[in-house]
Nanobody, 124 residues
Framework: QVQLVESGGGLVQAGGSLRLSCAASKRTVSSYSMGWFRQAPEKEREFVAAITWSGGNTYYADSVKGRFTISRDTAKNTVDLRMHSLKPEDTAVYYC?????????????????WGQGTQVTVSS
């Protein structure tokens, strides 16, 4: 069973930065595709970014491209999401996800494993 634990959320002003981290059980990061989704109040769960198990490919939602960076550390078995130039519309609960598929899906049902989420709040 894969377990994912997010950390690093918090309150930040617009234009600021945050780094989210996801600690995974076993050797998940080196053998699973990993990603991040987010969900704002009364909105659908939304794809943010993903990285393949090899680390060779990444994919971003248009809304975060150029501002967010996903990366992985296989030695620590963690996946990070570095967020810059944050906007109030980035406010959401951010979830770390993992899946055995080598494909980077943007629909949330395609991801098998989910963390509990971490709150990110961007004030204007």
């Amino acid at each position: 069973q894969v377990q994912l634990v997010e950390s690093g959320g918090g309150l930040v002003q617009a234009g600021g930065s945050l780094r989210l981290s996801c600690a995974a059980s076993k050797r998940t990061v080196s053998s699973y595709s990993m990603g991040w989704f987010r969900q704002a109040p009364e909105k659908e769960r939304e794809f943010v970014a993903a990285i393949t198990w090899s680390g060779g490919n990444t994919y971003y939602a248009d809304s975060v491209k150029g501002r967010f960076t996903i990366s992985r550390d296989t030695a620590k078995n963690t996946v990070d999401l570095r967020m810059h130039s944050l906007k109030p519309e980035d406010t959401a609960v951010y979830y770390c996800v993992a899946d055995r598929s080598p494909n980077l899906y943007t629909d949330y049902p395609s991801w098998d494993y989910w963390g509990q989420g971490t709150q990110v709040t961007v004030s204007s």
